[in-house]
């Protein structure tokens, strides 16, 4: 070795040996925890060849009554065993990786309709921004299926494509998006979690027209005893002792055929609930032996009732509306907002007027305006 190599060398000793007592004094184990905070890159996945789809079941239309049932009604009938369809638009990494996935503290599970595209941009600016609160990560992910037939078709799923593109977040399956479909989308997204985000500790599952206060929600969340995701937990706006609606004019219409039952088991409204991650997995594990229904939060409550499992009423959720104490006061008064989780339904512009109204720091409101007011009534 030469005389300038070993200088080298001994030089470089000498400083590691200097520094690092320093390293280890900032490497403390809060500081080290800092750096599995960091927002993780995404791996975008774009399906350009989809797989075969599932067939109609023509022995459907043998059921009692079938001929007299609503269009849509028939078509459930004809589909209701697919539970498998070819994914178009996916986001593996979105939890940072199945192993990674309890770093994820609330994951923002978001119905949307690829029409829907003004309300995707404005929750992604508002309560759906992925950031930190409380040093815990939010994340967002949009649920979706497909609309129209032809050009229609592809022109829809080319807005996504792109949208996915920017921000990956969205998950979207080739099945046709509507009402009597919520489950079939409910299920795909549980299959999809098991598979890429399983550990995640809390989930809102919600509408893409609810205003949700995501910061309160984190809050609540931090302040439960013993619960850090992997014990029950399903909470929204309660619903019980309701049954099917049998007026065939309804969107919610459901013949005996289909469910035979006067009630349903208690869940709560799809507009928006909160759940832990062992429910959702509990959830998804009880649906493979339970038949589809059309209205996916009661088929939903059937599950946990299948588990044994209860959802519980929590008071910050207005899925059928907030009502104001008297027509003189300002609707939109931030205030009677403030300390709510979720409300339905908002417009876009609404949503974020709302949004930066409840995140102003300056914001002052007395008591009189921050209230728990009584449930609107639904028809």
Not at 78 to 90: A, E, K, S, V
């Amino acid at each position: 070795m030469t005389p300038n190599r070993l200088k080298t060398r001994l030089i470089f000793g000498t400083v590691c040996l200097l520094i690092y007592p320093f390293w280890r004094c900032i490497s403390t184990p809060a500081e080290r925890f800092k750096f599995s905070q960091q927002k993780p890159q995404i791996r975008t996945k774009i399906i350009f060849q989809p797989g075969l789809k599932c067939q109609q079941n023509k022995a459907a239309a043998n059921t009692s009554n079938f001929s007299d049932f609503p269009q849509h009604i028939q078509n459930f009938l004809y589909y209701r065993h697919c539970r498998h369809f070819p994914m178009l638009l996916d986001v593996p990494d979105k939890c940072g990786g199945a192993g990674k996935s309890a770093d994820v503290f609330l994951l923002l599970v978001v119905k949307s309709s690829p029409l829907n595209y003004d309300r995707r941009e404005v929750l992604r600016k508002t309560w759906a921004m992925e950031r930190q609160h409380n040093g815990l990560w939010i994340r967002r992910i949009f649920i979706s299926g497909t609309t129209g037939e032809g050009h229609e078709k592809s022109r829809m799923n080319k807005l996504l494509e792109l949208e996915q593109r920017e921000y990956s977040d969205i998950l979207q399956w080739d099945f046709t998006d509507s009402f009597y479909n919520l489950t079939l989308k409910q299920i795909l997204f549980l299959e999809w979690m098991e598979r890429s985000c399983p550990d995640v500790r809390f989930l809102l599952n919600g509408d893409d027209d609810v205003f949700a206060h995501t910061d309160n929600m984190v809050e609540y969340l931090q302040n439960l005893k013993g619960n850090d995701g992997s014990k029950h937990l399903f909470a929204g706006y309660l619903i019980q002792g309701h049954g099917p609606v049998r007026w065939k004019p309804s969107k919610y219409y459901i013949p005996v055929e289909i469910y035979k039952e006067d009630s349903y088991f208690p869940y709560c409204g799809g507009g928006g609930f909160l759940l832990s991650s062992y429910t959702a997995s509990v959830i998804y594990n009880m649906s493979r032996s339970i038949t589809f229904h059309p209205i996916d939060d009661a088929y939903i409550g059937m599950c946990l009732t299948k588990a044994g499992l209860s959802p519980i009423s929590h008071i910050g959720f207005r899925t059928l509306g907030l009502k104001i104490p008297s027509d003189k006061v300002n609707t939109y008064d931030p205030c009677y907002y403030k300390d709510l989780l979720v409300v339905h339904r908002f417009l876009p512009a609404e949503m974020y007027f709302m949004w930066n109204k409840i995140s102003d720091p300056t914001l002052k409101c007395g008591s009189h305006r921050s209230l728990y007011a009584e449930y609107t009534e639904e028809i």
